[in-house]
């Protein structure tokens, strides 16, 4: 008997507690994980001879997933319209210090909305500002079926913490609550960029790139979540091309630079070990982690992400 067909037969019958029963699908995904490396050049992660900055995505997880060189920012290249983008399927101009919500629901807010438990869906962000991923301005969503969050020292307006409290927390809360869904950011090498050290920007890809292997590795050391989580590495945005502007220091435009992000797609639905060239954007990567999860996004212009599948999506569903 299919799985979603057992799970519905079983929360009919009382069986199941209502988180369980949020839209079933026919992917053997269950859990969602977006984690944000904020703000890389591709000229210094996968556009790098040699790939030596992120040497654990580049030889450890990329053979376990599909590696995207297409793809986009192509909405405004700065933090909080990045990551909206990413959580709502829609770009937006939006203010980038937190002081404003994003215009549509996003996915916390429709997963919780379907009946999953806010404890189970968690936005987990070194950046405080990015509390705004929580909420939304539209009607009938404001302030409404908001999600967990721990972002910054102590939420929004708090500041900025370092990404190693923010790989802590994430941890904790992987092991704590399996979230259905759960989006990171790491604020480097953003940060370092900013502040015109360039060493240190590139100590912070590398270091990140640790992080990212160790947020993978925590997932598969739980038996619960081993086989039935997903994990996209993305960007919120790139920066200016070196010689446009001040360079690596900034970003925001629609140079290259900005637009150019990264996506390394993992999970027990998609192919391992291939590269695919179409042309994608933050957008496509909201679509698809809501199809994961059964939800839709009315309206987004966004598209699922076919190419990542290892059986064509729609072959075995309902
Ligand atoms: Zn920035
Ligand atoms: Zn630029």
């Known amino acids: 008997m299919p799985r979603f067909l057992l799970l519905l037969l079983l929360a009919v019958a009382g069986a199941l507690p209502a988180a369980d029963i949020v ?11 977006v984690l944000v490396i904020d703000g890389p050049r591709w000229s210094e992660t996968w556009g790098k001879a040699g790939r030596d900055l992120i040497p654990v995505r580049a030889q450890v997880l990329a053979p376990q997933g599909v590696l995207l060189n297409n793809m986009a920012n192509n909405g405004p290249t700065y933090t909080n319209a990045g990551h909206s983008a990413l959580t709502t399927g829609f770009y937006q101009e939006i203010n980038n210090s937190g002081l404003e919500l994003p215009r549509n629901p996003s996915i916390t807010q429709r997963l919780i909305a379907a009946g999953a438990d806010p404890q189970q869906v968690w936005v987990v962000s070194s950046k405080d500002k990015l509390q705004i991923l929580t909420d939304s301005t539209a009607p009938g969503w404001n302030h409404r079926h908001l999600c967990s969050a721990d972002c910054g020292k102590d939420g929004a307006g708090s500041g900025y913490r370092e990404d190693q409290v923010t790989l802590e927390r994430t941890k904790a809360v992987l092991s704590k609550h399996r979230p259905r869904y759960l989006l990171i950011n790491f604020r480097e090498p953003d940060s370092s960029g900013h502040a015109k050290k360039w060493d240190a920007y590139l100590a912070n890809i590398k270091t990140t790139d ?50 150019k992000i990264e996506l390394l797609a993992i999970g027990p639905d998609f192919k391992r070990g291939v590269t695919a060239d179409v042309h994608r954007s933050q957008i496509d990567i909201a679509v698809t982690s809501a199809a994961l999860l059964g939800l839709t996004l009315p309206a987004s212009e966004g598209k699922l992400m076919s190419e990542l599948f290892a059986q064509p999506p729609g072959a075995d569903a309902k």
Do not use: E
Request: net charge negative; hydrophobic share 30%.
């Open 23 to 33: 839209v079933p699908t026919a992917w053997k995904t269950r859990h969602v994980v």
């Open 210 to 259: 640790d992080y990212a292997g160790q947020v993978w590795a925590h997932i598969q050391a739980d038996p619960q979540m081993k086989d039935v989580t997903t994990l996209f590495i993305t960007n919120d945005h790139g920066r200016h091309l070196d010689g446009h502007k001040d360079g690596y220091i900034s970003h925001g435009d629609d140079c290259v630079g900005c637009r």
